[in-house]
């Protein structure tokens, strides 16, 4: 996935997965500078969203926002369900709506997440 977008500045963005490092990335096309990240783990046919992180210096840009709508669009444009953990993550779907294949994290996520991440 590669489809650029503008943040609210009017500056060209790109989301793209990374499966070796589990992420999906925003960054500024004209710089290629790493904006931020959405950290994920797959278990079966979920991904499950823990972390997402934007720098500070690209805040109040959208970035957020761009990077958790691609990731989402992504993910089930694989044929994966979404587990929320990461608070933005919800935040975004329980604000923006979402109509993909979702669902709030259980206990057995977390411990899934705290045996293959050592958390």
Known sequence: MS??????????????????????????????????????????QERIFFHTEVDEKFGGRGLAGILIGRALEETTAQGLRIVAVCPFVKGFIDQVGYEGDYRGPQQADLQY???HLGA
């Open 113 to 115: 997440l705290e045996h």
């Open 3 to 44: 489809d650029n977008a503008r943040d609210k500045q009017g500056s060209e963005v790109v989301v793209e997965q990374n499966p070796a490092t589990g992420r999906f990335e925003i960054s500024y096309v004209d710089g290629h500078e790493l904006a931020g990240s959405a950290q994920y783990l797959d278990h079966g």
